[in-house]
């Protein structure tokens, strides 16, 4: 008879354990949903190819587990991406570089401007931010004539709902045209939002002048009880809007120059589960109650988790480390790949505990001028050592690259002509 030594035996018992494993590992569906009764026994299973373990971040799994969040799997499908902006990106590939030293670009016109960064690139975080920066895959101009603000407490659910109106016009890296840079090239981009419902806060807004540049933005805010505008520091990229749980940092998830976070990390680059082709209707304005918002799950406690379809796309994890006087100590971010739009983020608070969760919901919307772009159908800014939520909710009538528009449409005017209306 033949002897087996230990390692042997070790072996052929290690082997059998990964057997009786993979018998029982089951290849999820799309439309199967995970949630906190089941989490634990399909850790293992699969969907397209990956473990479910490896698709989810840890953050994830804790909020499936604690929190109420429900996952259902989605097939994956291409995002496609509008053809002036992937024309601009091909037309400019190579030509792009990055300063170390300034920790600014050079030599970009229009498109991502640095499409093929790799994970040992020691510059790679910085160019995926100079990605977010500059080429938003939005076109030229975002029109968002409505959009909703839902308030959601984590124990009393909807506590109520704001209306405002969201305009950002791109100076520079404009697609489409023969000539990418509109002015005189000193302003990246100008911003308006405001507020149009309920009656109380009607006409409380900010117009803002991003530069390109380190420089700060210039911000005014008009002020009802004078019916005036004041000019604001430089610092309010960091503070909150309005009474929301979200800073005007947390815009898209990230709305900073890159210069002004000290440091920035790769920390991977992996397949997760994501909304990048949003199945929801965001706001039903036909309906009443919290039927009107079909994108949040409104019914469950603590009423502030998303209700949409997620499916397998590709993502870099990428570290933000504030400077000293931000409020957060850092945000880990989950970027696609193949576009620099994030899908998620971790943030901590100055100790280091975790503070916030931000998950945005995307999907494509054809422009006005018969291309495409990527909107946000809703975004979720949960506030889990204040129990609340801040939930961003996109309208019907969003457009983009509205026709008929240029700069000097976004103004401190045009602030001032939306509060008297």
């Given amino acids: 008879m033949k002897s087996f030594n230990l390692k042997t035996l070790v072996t052929l018992s290690a082997a059998a354990l990964l057997s009786t494993h993979m018998a029982f590992a089951a290849e999820l569906a799309p439309g199967d949903v995970i949630n906190a009764s089941n989490i634990n026994d399909r850790l293992g299973d699969t969907f397209e190819g990956h473990t479910l373990r490896d698709l989810l971040s840890e953050r994830q799994v804790y909020l499936i587990e604690n929190e109420g969040l429900v996952i259902t799997l989605k097939a994956s499908e291409p995002v496609e991406l509008g053809r002036d902006y992937m024309a601009a990106t091909d037309a400019y590939r190579g030509t792009v570089t990055f300063n170390p030293e300034t920790r600014m670009m050079e030599g970009w016109q229009a498109g991502i401007p640095f499409p093929d960064v790799t994970i040992d690139d020691p510059h790679g975080a910085e160019k995926l931010i100079w990605n977010h920066h500059v080429a938003q895959p939005t076109k030229n101009f975002q029109d968002y004539q409505s959009f909703a603000y839902l308030f959601v407490d984590g124990r009393r659910g909807l506590e109520r709902t704001q209306e405002w109106v969201l305009q950002r016009y791109y100076m520079k890296g404009r697609l489409g045209e023969e000539d990418h840079s509109e002015g005189d090239g000193d302003i990246l981009w100008k911003q308006l939002l405001y507020a149009t419902f309920p009656a109380d806060i009607r006409g409380l807004g900010l117009y803002t002048v991003r530069y390109d540049s380190p420089r700060l933005d210039d911000s005014w805010a008009y002020l009802r009880s004078v019916r005036r505008t004041r000019r604001l520091s430089g610092g309010t990229w960091m503070d909150p809007i309005g009474g929301t749980d979200q800073l005007n940092d947390d815009i898209e998830i990230f709305n900073a120059h ?6 920035y ?3 991977d680059r992996r397949h997760m ?11 039903d304005q036909n309906a009443r109650g919290n ?17 949409d379809e997620w499916e397998v796309r590709e993502v870099w994890v990428v570290e933000a480390i504030a400077p000293p006087e931000h409020p957060y100590s850092k945000k880990v971010m989950y970027m696609d790949t193949e576009f620099p739009r994030f899908y998620m983020a971790d943030v901590y608070d100055r100790r280091g505990e975790f503070w916030k969760w931000m998950n945005y919901n995307l999907r494509t919307l054809e422009t006005e001028d018969g291309d495409r772009g990527i909107v946000s159908n809703a975004g979720f800014t949960i506030d889990y050592q204040r129990r609340h939520a801040t939930i961003f909710v996109l309208a019907p009538n969003a457009r983009l690259n509205t026709q008929g528009v240029d700069g000097n ?12 209306r």
């Fill in 409 to 420: 449409s976004i103004s401190l005017r045009e602030l001032e002509r939306a509060a008297v």
């Fill in 273 to 283: 589960l994501v909304v990048a082709n949003s199945q929801r209707i965001p706001w």
């Fill in 258 to 263: 890159p210069t002004w976070y000290p440091e």
């Fill in 265 to 267: 990390r790769i920390l």
């Fill in 291 to 307: 039927a009107q918002f079909p994108i949040v799950d409104l019914e469950s406690s603590p009423a502030w988790n998303p209700s």
